[in-house]
Structure formats: C-alpha cells, structure tokens
C-alpha cells in the first residue's frame, strides 16, 4: 500500500513463542501501517502480551 505521495507504507509485526525451552504458546503481533522494523513497534504490543500470559498463568516467569 501507499499513501497519496505515493510513500510505500509498511505493515510492522513480530512473531514469537514463549517460553524458549518448551513452548507452550505462539503469537503473532501485527500493527497495520506500523512501519518498518516490526520489533521497535511491535515488540512493546508482545511484552505486554507475554506479561499478560505470565499473569493469567499461562506461562511460567522467566528467571
């Protein structure tokens, strides 16, 4: 896609599985128009995630 200058507009997403030694889940974080370099803005959306699995116990902290 692009906008009306005709700049190329950039999807930023960032897949990842948690924990590293035995997964347990897999997600997907997409930021539709986000930009390039999906982990400066999609990395924030999937911490929050991660903490959210670690809250509701889905996941064990890591240590």
Do not use: K, Q
Not at 23 to 48: C, D, H, K, L, Q
């Amino acid at each position: 896609a692009s906008d009306e200058s005709g700049r190329e507009l950039h999807h930023a997403w960032l897949a990842g599985f948690a924990p590293a030694e035995n997964p347990t889940i897999a997600f997907v974080v997409m930021i539709e128009y986000g930009g390039a370099g999906g982990g400066a803005v999609a990395g924030p959306v999937a911490r929050e995630l991660l903490e959210a699995c670690v809250e509701h116990g889905y996941i064990a902290r890591r240590r």
